[in-house]
């Protein structure tokens, strides 16, 4: 069993940055590919950012390119995703993923460990 706790959302202003943290606990942390989801009131969680086990690989969706950045630190059992130029339309509830194996899944039945989320509410 993996269990994840997400933390660093919050309100910032357009144009800002947060640092959103995932802190895993559980099974061989390093053995899990890893990645971000998020959901906007009245639509559909979506992928963001991904990173394999070892953190050579990553994906991201085309609209946070150049602006976001996922990272892992085995050692210290976190996934981080930095969010700079930050924009309205990034508002929601972040959600940290988890999956045993290799690869950057992109698609929410992928996952099989989610955390309860943090909040990211960008004004304009």
């Known amino acids: 069993q993996v269990q994840l706790v997400e933390s660093g959302g919050g309100l910032v202003q357009a144009g800002g940055s947060l640092r959103l943290s995932c802190a895993a606990s559980?099974?061989?942390?390093?053995?899990?590919?890893m990645g971000w989801f998020r959901q906007a009131p009245g639509k559909e969680r979506e992928f963001v950012a991904a990173?394999?086990?070892?953190?050579?690989?990553?994906d991201y969706i085309d609209s946070v390119k150049g602006r976001f950045t996922i990272s892992r630190a085995n050692a210290k059992i976190t996934v981080a995703l930095q969010m700079n130029s930050l924009k309205p339309e990034d508002t929601g509830a972040y959600y940290c993923?988890?999956?045993?194996?290799?690869?950057?899944?992109?698609?929410?039945?992928?996952?099989?460990?989610w955390g309860q989320g943090t909040q990211v509410t960008v004004s304009s």
């Open positions: 990173i394999n086990w070892n953190g050579r690989d990553t």
């Open positions: 559980g099974r061989t942390f390093s053995s899990f590919a």
């Open positions: 993923a988890a999956v045993y194996g290799t690869g950057v899944p992109r698609e929410l039945q992928e996952y099989d460990y």
